[in-house]
């Protein structure tokens, strides 16, 4: 029973059985997969300067940010995304793989979705999201 619950873990919330995560690898080609759902069935915008005018219309229901994003960049997007309570999402891979992962052919340092279409990508990144937070929280109480 233990041996398929830890299984499950490692398939839905990206947890590996001996107490580490998920390699990155794994835990990008489910993202990818639901951002090209999200891409090709909701609305998504691209760039930067779009996504903060749609963050301050309140249209936005998640922000993705690639992990090469310049700093300052990234925090102002936290910033507002803290103010409008919109989720943010650190992609893994760099702005290249984003710009992939998004159908395109060139860099994209950040995705706002607006509606996620067939897509369910809200759900499944604030559930992995949390479940990593709580999985990070618990192995500092055990050290």
């Not at 998640?62 to 997007?77: A, D, E, F, G, T």
Request: hydrophobic share 35%; aromatic share 6%; net charge positive.
């Amino acid at each position: 029973s233990d041996v398929y619950k830890r299984q499950y873990q490692r398939r839905v919330h990206g947890i590996i059985q001996k107490g580490k995560e998920m390699p990155k690898k794994i835990a990008t080609e489910n993202i990818n997969a639901k951002l090209g759902i999200v891409m090709r069935s909701g609305k998504a915008l691209l760039g930067h300067s779009q996504t903060l005018k749609a963050i301050r219309k309140g249209a936005v229901k998640m922000v993705i940010v690639s992990s090469n994003c310049p700093n300052l960049r990234k925090s102002m997007l936290e910033y507002y995304c803290m103010l409008s309570k919109t989720q943010i999402y650190h992609y893994m891979g760099t702005n290249t793989d984003l710009g992939a992962a998004c159908g395109r052919y060139h860099r994209v340092a950040c995705v706002s979705i607006l509606d996620a279409g067939d897509s369910d990508i809200l759900t499944a990144i604030s559930g992995q999201t949390l479940n990593l937070i709580a999985y990070k929280f618990t192995q500092r109480q055990l050290h």
